[in-house]
DNA sequence: TACTAATATGAATATATGTTCATATGATAA
DNA sequence: TTATCATATGAACATATATTCATATTAGTA
């Protein structure tokens, strides 16, 4: 039997043409997977998720969070930077000092029920 | 005056003593936070957003999967064996072909709260 | 057995990322 | 102004990560 563009996968595998077409007709776009793996990726480094789940217990300044995270204040400074990028957290000065807190309920929303979820497993 | 320990951003910042030492003994482990950190970033990365959005739609094949994003079967196989080693996605086999979905009702819950949460920004 | 299909995996490479260091900026006080 | 505090930022470095390539493994088939 001669070779045809379909003839692999085709008996064992769930997808024929027609549910591989639609499902790649709803394939997120590649902007949107971007974004949401943006937003994703801001949580995905322990710093991070420190910074954000102390600032989910109280607006803080930056001087406090090195404090609070025994960590660097340019490390610190950074990581804030990029938390802000996506719009995770806000901040607030106040004369030379610059409060930050988190600014967007979902994520307390998604954080809490992520901490649940590692917790009891 | 003579400096002491805690001369420094005492009048204007948040936290007092009392305050950094509460939020200090709520501080997240740095096991959870790794743990937390490490589920999120499953998701930090477009690819992998990709296939679990294929994979929320239905359950498929690494072939497939590979016609469906257009993409190195190889690639596609180590993102899922990460995907798989958080436990989001599980596997069946069926002769040679192994079938992947998605293996965590949180997963779905969180994704798609988010993917409509960066939609309408 | 030999052959092919479906998937997995180690090594290599290029890129991304987190921290540190030094320094810059901005604000307040002397 | 000068000095100091709080924060920000660019550069450098080390580590992590995503993809590709080649090859291994496993299961079916001729």
């Known amino acids: ?28 776009s590649p902007s949107t997977a971007l974004e949401v793996s943006d937003w994703f ?3 995905g480094d322990p710093t991070r998720v420190k910074i954000i789940h102390a600032l ?13 995270l025994e960590m660097g204040q ?4 950074h990581q804030l930077r990029l938390l802000r990028n996506v719009r995770m957290v806000k901040r607030r000065k106040v004369g030379k000092t610059v409060y930050y807190s988190v600014d967007d309920d979902h994520v307390e ?5 992520t901490l649940q979820h590692v917790k009891h497993d």
Chains 1, 2 share one sequence.
């Open 1 to 28: 039997m001669e070779k045809t563009l379909h003839d692999t996968c085709e008996e064992t595998c769930s997808g024929n043409e027609l549910d591989l077409g639609k499902i790649k007709g709803n394939l997120i």
């Open 41 to 43: 990726k801001a949580l």
């Open 56 to 68: 989910l217990q109280s607006e803080m300044c930056v001087h406090d969070l090195t404090q609070v």
């Open 74 to 77: 340019s490390a610190v400074s």
């Open 109 to 113: 929303e998604i954080f809490g029920q």
